[in-house]
T-cell receptor, first 111, second 117 residues
Framework: LAKTTQPISMDSYEGQEVNITCSHN???????ITWYQQFPSQGPRFIIQ???TKVTNEVASLFIPADRKSSTLSLPRVSLSDTAVYYCLVGEPGNTGKLIFGQGTTLQVKP | DAGVIQSPRHEVTEMGQEVTLRCKPISGHNSLFWYRQTMMRGLELLIYFNNNVPIDDSGMPEDRFSAKMPNASFSTLKIQPSEPRDSAVYFC???????????????FGSGTRLTVV
């Protein structure tokens, strides 16, 4: 399973765009990149998944360069409620699937 | 859909006692995962099942831990005997075995906070 590296923590202010970058140098051909969000006292929640280029949903955007060795989760105009831990995971969805979580990035949004 | 349901939400027990955590996955999901989360070690995968069959239990810390999935709608994680170092939040998650475009990602339950004193 590909190892991921992401910043331990980040600070931001309300209304700003936040970009969290994850490195996954040994990503395999069949691997997808998935991001989860975890609030205190809750289980992780799926945010977004992608394979290459750009993926956008109502919550976030995911940018993946052509070499796929990194990815960037972009949260537009964050609010206080976006304060959470964000995990980047790399793996093959489906039958082989078991997600291994790293340390994640603790995002603190300030007023 | 009620999502992944775990019980109890909180459990406090004395060292040496048996503890059983329960999980009901989302209907139609045939992969189930048990995770443990602590401040020191983060989220650790303990075991996962596909179609009720344990596939990988290499994350189970020791023989005191056991997990079963007798049918597609129920799983248990048992610790016997429990020790203070087992104190953690235990999460259950489920997913389709072969996710389609609308099924990406695992769905996690709210967790069981276990305290062993």
């Amino acid at each position: 399973l590909a190892k991921t590296t992401q910043p331990i923590s980040m600070d931001s202010y309300e209304g700003q765009e936040v970009n969290i970058t994850c490195s996954h140098n040994n990503i395999a051909t069949n691997d997808y990149i998935t991001w989860y969000q975890q609030f205190p006292s809750q289980g992780p929640r799926f945010i977004i998944q992608g394979y290459k280029t750009k993926v956008t949903n109502e919550v976030a955007s995911l940018f993946i360069p052509a070499d796929r060795k990194s990815s960037t989760l972009s949260l537009p105009r964050v609010s206080l409620s976006d304060t959470a831990v964000y995990y980047c995971l790399v793996g093959e969805p489906g039958n082989t699937g078991k997600l291994i979580f790293g340390q994640g990035t603790t995002l603190q949004v300030k007023p | 859909d009620a999502g992944v349901i775990q019980s109890p939400r909180h459990e406090v027990t004395e060292m040496g006692q048996e503890v059983t955590l329960r999980c009901k996955p989302i209907s139609g999901h045939n992969s189930l995962f048990w995770y443990r989360q602590t401040m020191m070690r983060g989220l650790e995968l303990l075991i996962y099942f596909n179609n009720n069959v344990p596939i990988d239990d290499s994350g189970m810390p020791e023989d005191r831990f056991s997990a079963k999935m007798p049918n597609a709608s129920f799983s248990t994680l048992k610790i016997q005997p429990s020790e203070p170092r087992d104190s953690a939040v235990y999460f259950c998650a489920s997913s389709p075995q072969w996710p389609g475009p609308e099924d990406y990602g695992y769905t996690f339950g709210s967790g069981t906070r276990l305290t062993v004193v």
